[in-house]
C-alpha cells in the first residue's frame, strides 16, 4: 500500500476528486470537513450560490450516513458521541460539482429508498418545491423525524436527477450509494 499512495494521489487529482473520506463519522467530522469543503472551493473561485449548493448536499449526505448507515461503531443507545461509517467523495468535472456518498443500509430498506428517490426523479422544479413544503409541515408534527425533506432538499439542490445504486454486501445488508451534481456559476 505504501508504494501505492502517490498512484492513488495522482489519480484522484486527474479525476477532479477534490475530497475523499471513509471510515467513521461523527456530528464534529461532518463540522470539519464541510469548513474544509467551503474553503478548497472558495480557492478555487466557485460562485457563492455554488458552494452553498454543494455544502447543502455534503451536509444531508453525511446526515443520511450518521442517521441511517447499518455500520454502527458505537452502541445502539448512544445518541452523543455517535459514530457510523460512510464513504464520501466531492469533485469536480468539466465544469460541475459532485457529491458521491455510500453506506451500508438493512436490505429490508432498500425497496423505500429506491421508490423516493425515483418518484423525486419523476418531478419538475415547481413539484418538488411543493413537496418540499408539504414534506416539511408534516415535519412539525409531534412524533415525526425529518419526514424524509434530505432526500427531496438535495434534488432541489442538484442541477440533474440524483443518480443511485445498491451493491450487494450479504443476505441482510447492501450498500447504498447516491450522486448528486451541481453545475458550477461563475464567482461574483
Not at 456530528?27 to 470539519?32: A, H, K, L, S, T
Not at 422544479?125 to 416539511?136: N, P
Not at 443511485?164 to 450498500?175: E, G, L, N, P, Y
Amino acid at each position: 500500500m505504501l508504494n501505492e499512495l502517490y498512484g492513488l494521489h495522482t489519480r484522484l487529482q486527474q479525476e477532479g476528486i477534490m475530497f475523499a473520506f471513509s471510515g467513521p463519522v461523527s456530528q464534529r467530522v461532518i463540522e470539519g470537513i464541510g469548513e474544509t469543503l467551503k474553503q478548497k472551493m472558495e480557492l478555487e473561485d466557485a460562485g457563492m450560490t455554488t458552494v452553498q449548493r454543494v455544502f447543502s448536499v455534503f451536509v444531508e449526505q453525511m446526515q443520511n450516513v450518521v442517521n441511517y448507515s447499518a455500520h454502527q461503531l458505537t452502541p445502539p443507545d448512544n445518541v452523543d458521541g455517535e459514530l457510523r461509517v460512510g464513504t464520501l467523495i466531492v469533485g469536480s468535472e468539466a465544469g460541475h460539482f459532485y457529491v458521491l456518498c455510500g453506506n451500508l443500509i438493512q436490505r429490508e430498506k432498500m425497496d423505500a429508498i429506491r421508490e423516493q428517490l425515483e418518484q423525486l426523479h419523476s418531478l419538475n422544479r415547481e413539484e418538488l418545491k411543493a413537496l418540499y413544503r408539504e414534506r416539511r409541515k408534516a415535519a412539525d408534527l409531534p412524533g415525526r423525524k425529518g419526514a424524509g425533506l434530505g432526500f427531496i432538499d438535495m434534488a432541489r439542490k442538484a442541477s440533474r436527477p440524483m443518480e443511485h445504486a445498491f451493491s450487494d454486501v450479504d443476505d441482510t445488508h447492501v450498500f447504498f450509494s447516491i450522486k448528486a451534481v451541481i453545475e458550477g456559476e461563475p464567482s461574483a
